[in-house]
């Protein structure tokens, strides 16, 4: 398991200040295995959210104009980042040498029996697979796990136990919840992981994050 970037200063600013959601919540202890995950997306979301890379707010980034259900609580892994070590991967299972990091944290898909009305949550979820996504030459990796302790989907341990429906219908809201009627935008899934994949995946992704932000310790105690 990578050594986790500890963040006391922040941790100490969250007594009295709103934490940052990609930098300011540890992605915990049990990581890889249960990651703690912020939700910027439910499945009754008409809107799209997404946090603000710069204030941490959760801020609307486009209204659906299209007929696309989320299907899954959607958000992203804190304190991960998809760049170098996320790109190489995929390029080695892609057979592609033109692939580089999207430059945003790692996205993550939660399943749940239950209806959770809103997002900015923060929620453990734990990884049972993912997709390799490509948009364009961008890896933009999309981890599925299941909501913890979830009374129909907490038991899954590995993407091939879900239903086919279910993976169908994922794969489908991120080839599709983009495109424009006549365009094509270039987003393929070139595989669909398990479980033990999603763990290395998420591995590289913290370690691309410590190294683009392995400073954030000392700018904050500066602060």
């Not at 270039?186 to 392995?214: L, Q």
């Amino acid at each position: 398991m990578a050594n986790r970037l500890m963040d006391p200063i922040g941790r100490l600013m969250g007594l009295r200040y709103k934490s940052h959601p990609w930098h300011g919540v540890e992605i915990g202890a049990d990581a890889p295995e249960v990651v703690t995950c912020f939700v910027e997306m439910v499945t009754t979301d008409t809107v799209k959210y997404e946090v603000d890379k710069i204030s941490g707010y959760l801020k609307i980034d486009r209204p659906q104009k299209y007929s696309n259900v989320l299907p899954a609580l959607y958000g992203f892994i804190p304190q991960t980042l998809c760049a170098k070590k996320v790109a190489d991967f995929a390029a080695k299972k892609s057979g592609r040498d033109d692939i580089i990091g999207d430059g945003d944290p790692l996205d993550i898909c939660i399943l749940s029996e239950k209806i959770i009305s809103h997002g900015d949550i923060l929620v453990q979820a734990i990884p049972i697979g993912g997709f390799r996504m490509l948009d364009g030459n961008q890896a933009d990796d999309k981890i599925i796990a299941v909501l913890k302790n979830d009374a129909v989907y907490g038991d899954y341990t590995d993407v091939e136990q879900l239903p086919a429906l279910i993976v169908t219908r994922l794969k489908h809201y991120f080839l599709t919840y983009k495109d424009l009627p006549g365009e094509a935008r270039g987003c393929e899934i070139t595989h669909t992981y398990n479980a033990s994949e999603a763990r290395e995946v998420i591995e590289y992704s913290i370690e691309d994050y410590r190294r683009k932000f392995e400073n954030l310790d000392t700018l904050l105690s500066e602060v």
